[in-house]
């Protein structure tokens, strides 16, 4: 896991209003997360942000580099990445998704399983998708049951839940 491996934490969805405000797709914990940013790159370029309000499934913000509707709006689909590096740091038994994602799985009893291709969340706590070698993919809870283990090398998991 490289420090400066950029993590996406929204996507411009589109203009909200004539004064450059954009709508925000959210990939992490809100609107309140993005406010321990004040900078975000933008496809090569930089946004400087301003301010960000909560709305509907997403977000409004405003960014000092976008005035206008047609600025807002030539920047729709633009990914708002941030470094790895500039993440919180995590407690104990806490992981970003994205640490997670492309990891090496591991049985209790040391069988290769596949990669975590996936990390689900459908209301009742994270769930990782293993792509077993040829593609088939199971699911399994991200609990202590059945993720007994995982650090920056590998995800082990209980050979209980292995379909």
Same mark, same amino acid.
């Given at each position: 896991?490289?420090?400066?491996?950029?993590?996406?934490?929204?996507?411009?969805?589109?203009?909200?209003?004539?004064?450059?405000?954009?709508?925000?797709?959210?990939?992490?914990? =809100? /609107? %309140? @997360? &993005? $406010?321990?940013?004040?900078?975000?790159?933008?496809?090569? *370029?930089?946004?400087? !942000?301003?301010?960000?309000?909560?709305?509907?499934?997403?977000?409004?913000?405003?960014?000092?580099?976008?005035?206008?509707?047609? =600025? /807002? %709006? @030539? &920047? $729709?689909?633009?990914?708002?990445?941030?470094?790895?590096? *500039?993440?919180?740091? !995590?407690?104990?038994?806490?992981?970003?998704?994205?640490?997670?994602?492309?990891?090496?799985?591991?049985?209790?009893?040391?069988?290769?399983?596949?990669?975590?291709?996936?990390?689900?969340?459908?209301?009742?706590?994270?769930?990782?998708?293993?792509?077993?070698?040829?593609?088939?993919?199971?699911?399994?809870?991200?609990?202590?049951?059945?993720?007994?283990?995982?650090?920056?090398?590998?995800?082990?998991?209980?050979?209980?839940?292995?379909?």
């Amino acid at each position: 896991m490289t420090a400066d491996r950029p993590v996406t934490l929204a996507a411009i969805a589109g203009a909200h209003g004539v004064r450059g405000e954009v709508r925000l797709k959210l990939f992490g914990e =809100g /609107a %309140e @997360a &993005l $406010r321990a940013f004040s900078v975000f790159d933008a496809g090569g *370029a930089k946004l400087t !942000l301003k301010s960000v309000r909560p709305a509907n499934q997403g977000a409004v913000a405003t960014f000092a580099e976008i005035t206008d509707r047609s =600025g /807002a %709006e @030539a &920047l $729709r689909g633009t990914i708002l990445t941030v470094p790895r590096s *500039a993440l919180p740091p !995590l407690g104990e038994g806490e992981y970003y998704h994205h640490d997670l994602i492309g990891l090496p799985c591991i049985s209790t009893d040391g069988t290769a399983i596949g990669h975590v291709a996936a990390v689900e969340n459908f209301g009742a706590g994270d769930i990782l998708e293993i792509e077993k070698p040829g593609g088939k993919r199971f699911m399994v809870p991200m609990t202590a049951q059945a993720v007994p283990a995982w650090d920056a090398d590998a995800v082990t998991v209980n050979a209980a839940f292995i379909e």
